[in-house]
Protein backbone atom coordinates (compact mmCIF):
# COMPACT_ATOMS: atom_id res chain seq x y z
CA UNK A 1 0.00 0.00 0.00
CA UNK A 2 1.47 3.22 -1.08
CA UNK A 3 1.63 6.00 1.82
CA UNK A 4 3.29 9.28 2.27
CA UNK A 5 3.44 10.60 6.08
CA UNK A 6 4.30 13.67 6.63
CA UNK A 7 5.60 15.08 10.40
CA UNK A 8 7.96 17.84 11.92
CA UNK A 9 5.00 20.48 12.01
CA UNK A 10 4.13 22.64 14.99
CA UNK A 11 4.04 26.13 16.63
CA UNK A 12 7.45 28.57 16.37
CA UNK A 13 8.26 31.99 16.48
CA UNK A 14 8.94 34.41 13.37
CA UNK A 15 11.97 33.84 12.54
CA UNK A 16 12.73 30.10 14.05
CA UNK A 17 12.98 26.95 11.95
CA UNK A 18 11.16 23.54 11.55
CA UNK A 19 11.88 20.61 9.86
CA UNK A 20 8.83 18.74 7.72
CA UNK A 21 9.70 14.93 6.66
CA UNK A 22 7.68 13.02 4.15
CA UNK A 23 8.24 9.23 5.03
CA UNK A 24 7.39 6.58 2.13
CA UNK A 25 6.14 3.70 2.41
CA UNK A 26 4.97 1.19 -0.49
CA UNK A 27 7.71 2.28 -2.39
CA UNK A 28 11.04 3.71 -3.61
CA UNK A 29 10.97 7.08 -2.76
CA UNK A 30 14.16 8.38 -4.77
CA UNK A 31 12.78 6.91 -8.12
CA UNK A 32 9.63 9.68 -7.86
CA UNK A 33 9.49 13.23 -7.95
CA UNK A 34 8.17 15.24 -4.46
CA UNK A 35 6.81 17.81 -3.89
CA UNK A 36 5.65 20.30 -0.55
CA UNK A 37 2.71 22.22 -0.59
CA UNK A 38 1.24 24.08 1.55
CA UNK A 39 -2.70 25.41 2.09
CA UNK A 40 -4.02 28.15 4.29
CA UNK A 41 -7.09 28.81 5.43
CA UNK A 42 -9.41 30.84 2.75
CA UNK A 43 -6.23 30.52 0.51
CA UNK A 44 -5.18 28.38 -2.74
CA UNK A 45 -3.33 25.36 -2.65
CA UNK A 46 0.41 26.67 -3.64
CA UNK A 47 3.38 24.59 -4.46
CA UNK A 48 6.39 25.30 -2.27
CA UNK A 49 9.40 23.05 -3.21
CA UNK A 50 9.91 19.99 -5.14
CA UNK A 51 12.82 17.58 -5.58
CA UNK A 52 12.53 15.65 -9.07
CA UNK A 53 13.64 12.27 -9.49
CA UNK A 54 16.35 10.90 -12.13
CA UNK A 55 18.72 14.06 -11.72
CA UNK A 56 17.42 15.47 -8.12
CA UNK A 57 16.84 18.90 -9.27
CA UNK A 58 14.76 20.91 -7.03
CA UNK A 59 12.38 23.93 -7.00
CA UNK A 60 11.12 26.62 -4.78
CA UNK A 61 8.70 28.93 -5.09
CA UNK A 62 9.71 32.63 -4.91
CA UNK A 63 8.55 33.20 -1.41
CA UNK A 64 10.56 30.31 0.34
CA UNK A 65 13.68 30.62 -1.95
CA UNK A 66 16.45 31.47 0.32
CA UNK A 67 14.85 29.89 3.12
CA UNK A 68 13.90 26.77 2.63
CA UNK A 69 15.76 23.33 1.37
CA UNK A 70 14.31 20.30 -0.21
CA UNK A 71 16.68 17.32 0.46
CA UNK A 72 16.30 13.46 -0.03
CA UNK A 73 17.40 10.50 1.95
CA UNK A 74 17.46 7.52 0.26
CA UNK A 75 18.32 5.10 3.24
CA UNK A 76 15.65 6.46 5.02
CA UNK A 77 12.65 6.64 2.36
CA UNK A 78 12.27 10.14 3.30
CA UNK A 79 12.15 13.44 1.93
CA UNK A 80 13.08 16.47 4.24
CA UNK A 81 11.81 20.35 3.85
CA UNK A 82 14.05 22.81 6.01
CA UNK A 83 11.98 25.74 7.05
CA UNK A 84 14.40 28.69 8.50
CA UNK A 85 13.68 32.64 9.04
CA UNK A 86 10.32 31.26 9.18
CA UNK A 87 7.35 34.12 9.01
CA UNK A 88 3.85 34.41 10.62
CA UNK A 89 2.69 34.07 6.15
CA UNK A 90 4.20 30.12 6.36
CA UNK A 91 1.66 29.41 8.51
CA UNK A 92 -0.51 26.52 6.89
CA UNK A 93 -0.95 22.97 6.55
CA UNK A 94 1.76 21.05 4.40
CA UNK A 95 1.66 18.72 2.26
CA UNK A 96 3.68 16.18 0.21
CA UNK A 97 3.38 14.56 -2.96
CA UNK A 98 4.94 11.95 -5.07
CA UNK A 99 4.83 11.50 -8.86
CA UNK A 100 6.52 8.60 -10.48
CA UNK A 101 7.03 11.61 -13.94
CA UNK A 102 9.97 13.49 -13.88
CA UNK A 103 9.34 17.55 -12.93
CA UNK A 104 10.40 20.96 -14.63
CA UNK A 105 10.40 24.18 -13.80
CA UNK A 106 6.94 24.58 -15.98
CA UNK A 107 5.39 21.68 -14.08
CA UNK A 108 6.42 20.70 -10.31
CA UNK A 109 4.16 23.30 -8.70
CA UNK A 110 0.82 21.57 -10.46
CA UNK A 111 -0.57 19.52 -7.33
CA UNK A 112 -2.97 18.47 -10.39
CA UNK A 113 0.28 16.11 -11.65
CA UNK A 114 1.18 14.16 -8.39
CA UNK A 115 -0.28 10.80 -7.71
CA UNK A 116 0.15 10.49 -4.24
CA UNK A 117 -0.55 13.00 -1.07
CA UNK A 118 0.54 12.63 2.67
CA UNK A 119 -2.64 13.49 5.17
CA UNK A 120 -0.45 16.97 5.73
CA UNK A 121 1.34 18.41 9.08
CA UNK A 122 0.14 22.01 10.63
CA UNK A 123 2.72 24.77 10.72
CA UNK A 124 1.95 27.37 12.38
CA UNK A 125 4.57 30.48 13.09
CA UNK A 126 3.46 32.93 15.66
CA UNK A 127 4.98 34.69 18.61
Known amino acids: QVQLVESGGGLVQPGGSLRLACAAS????????IGWFRQAPGKEREGVSCISNSDSRTYYADSVKGRFTISRDNTKNTVYLQMNSLKPEDTAVYYC????????????????????WGQGTQVTVSS
Open 26 to 33: GFTLYSYS
Open 97 to 116: AADPRMKYRSTWSNGDLYYY
